[in-house]
C-alpha cells in the first residue's frame, strides 16, 4: 500500500531554503536607516533604499573641487570582534581608516558607503556594525549615503562577515595636500588611541603563542579584559586636521597605518628631502605589552604599529599649530623635522635619530 506522503509534492523550493533570506536584509535597512539619517549634511540628497546615491557639491559649499576617493577595510580585527561577540566599534574603525586618508590630502569628507557581506545574515549584529559606522560618520562631517548587504551561504563560516568601506571627498584645487614640504619643517605628532586597525595578525599570534583568551584581564588597561582593550577604535582626525589645513598651517599630513612611521612618512615627501625623527614621544602601553609579551623587536615594532603615533602634521609653524591643538583640547609631540637627503636626487626617506625602546621596564 502506498503511503499518502509518498503522494504528496514536494514544498517549492525558496531563496530562504538556500540560505538566503530577503526578509533580514529589509529590516536591516529598516533597523539602520535613523542612524544613517543622522549623519545628513549639505549635499546630501535622497535616502537609503535607491540605486545609486546623489551628493551636490555646489550645495556644500565648493566652487572649484576636485574629487578625492579611498577604500579600505578593518582587517583582521574583525576576527576579535567576532570571537568577542562586541560588534560596536569596528564600523567607526571602517570609517576612520578611509576619511584619515582623505584629509592628508586637504580633503573634506563628504559620503561614505560600506559593503558589509556574511554568509547568514544577524540583523542584530550586523545593525550593531552599521550603527558604529554611521558613528564615525556623525562624527567626521560626513553622510552615509548608502551601502550594499550581501548574504552568501557557504562563502563565510557561521557568525563571520567582512567590511569594506568607500569614502569621497572633496577639496578647492588650491588646497590639495601635501603642499610645498620644505627643509626646516617640524613634524608634529597626534597620539593614537591604541592599535587601530593594522597589524592585527600579529596581535593574534602574539595573545595564542601566550595562551590568553580575549576574556583574560588586559595587563595595559585595567579594568579591562584584552578583547575590549585591543577593539577600542582607530581615532577619527578630521575636525583637528583640517582645522589646521583651513588656517593655511600645514604642508603636509601623514596618516600612520600597516607600515608605520618608516611606511608611510616617506610617502608625502618629495625626493631629496627626509623626515628626521629626533624626539621620542608618549607610547600607549599596549605596544610594549605587545613587545614584551611577544619577544618583538623595536624595529619590527616600529614597521608593523602606529606605536602612538596616529597621525604626522608637516607645518613650517610649529608653535601656532601645537597651540590651537592645545586649544582644540588634543595633544600633541613634536617629533623631528624635514632635511636634506644626503644627496639632492635621493628617494625620500626616515631616519631615526631617536626611538622609544618598547622593552624599557
Excluded at 629626533?278 to 599596549?286: G, L, M, Q, R, S
Aim: charged fraction near 15%; include cysteine.
Amino acid at each position: 500500500m502506498t503511503s499518502n506522503s509518498a503522494n504528496t509534492p514536494p514544498s517549492p523550493l525558496t531563496y530562504r531554503d538556500s540560505g538566503v533570506d530577503i526578509e533580514a536584509g529589509e529590516a536591516l535597512i529598516d533597523a539602520i536607516r535613523p542612524a544613517a539619517k543622522a549623519t545628513d549634511r549639505p549635499g546630501t540628497m535622497g535616502g537609503l533604499g535607491g540605486f545609486g546615491a546623489l551628493f551636490d557639491l555646489k550645495a556644500a559649499g565648493f566652487k572649484d573641487p576636485v574629487l578625492v576617493s579611498c577604500t579600505d577595510g578593518v582587517g583582521t580585527k574583525l576576527t576579535l570582534a567576532i570571537d568577542t561577540g562586541l560588534h560596536e566599534t569596528v564600523g567607526i574603525d571602517l570609517v576612520a581608516m578611509c576619511v584619515n586618508d582623505l584629509i592628508v590630502q586637504g580633503a573634506e569628507p563628504l559620503f561614505f558607503l560600506d559593503y558589509f557581506a556574511t554568509g547568514r545574515l544577524s540583523v542584530e549584529n550586523a545593525a550593531k556594525v552599521v550603527r558604529g559606522i554611521a558613528q564615525g560618520c556623525e562624527q567626521s562631517g560626513c553622510a552615509l549615503v548608502g551601502g550594499e548587504t550581501a548574504e552568501m551561504p557557504g562563502m563565510y563560516a557561521d557568525g563571520h562577515y567582512d567590511l569594506a568601506g568607500f569614502s569621497v571627498g572633496a577639496a578647492e584645487r588650491n588646497a590639495l595636500l601635501p603642499g610645498a614640504i620644505a627643509e626646516g619643517d617640524a613634524l608634529i605628532a597626534l597620539p593614537s588611541s591604541g592599535v587601530h586597525s593594522n597589524g592585527f595578525s600579529l596581535v593574534r599570534r602574539i595573545v595564542a603563542d601566550a595562551h590568553l583568551a580575549w576574556t583574560d584581564p588586559a595587563a595595559f588597561a585595567p579594568g579591562h579584559n584584552l578583547g575590549e582593550a585591543l577593539l577600542v577604535p582607530t581615532r577619527l582626525y578630521v575636525q583637528p586636521v583640517l582645522a589646521l589645513h583651513r588656517a593655511g598651517l600645514l604642508h603636509a599630513a601623514a596618516h600612520i597605518t600597516g607600515g608605520g612611521l618608516p611606511g608611510n612618512l616617506p610617502r608625502i615627501l618629495p625626493d631629496g628631502l627626509d623626515a628626521v625623527i629626533d624626539a621620542t614621544w608618549p607610547v600607549p602601553p599596549v605596544f610594549n605589552w605587545l613587545a614584551r609579551t611577544g619577544n618583538v623587536a623595536n624595529d619590527e615594532m616600529l614597521r608593523v604599529f602606529n606605536c602612538g603615533v596616529g597621525m604626522v602634521l608637516v607645518t613650517p609653524k610649529p608653535d601656532e599649530v601645537l597651540a590651537s591643538l592645545k586649544d582644540m583640547g588634543e595633544t600633541a609631540t613634536l617629533i623631528g623635522h624635514i632635511a636634506k637627503a644626503a644627496e639632492s636626487t635621493a628617494k625620500a626617506g626616515l631616519r631615526m635619530k631617536a626611538c622609544p625602546d618598547f622593552h624599557a621596564a
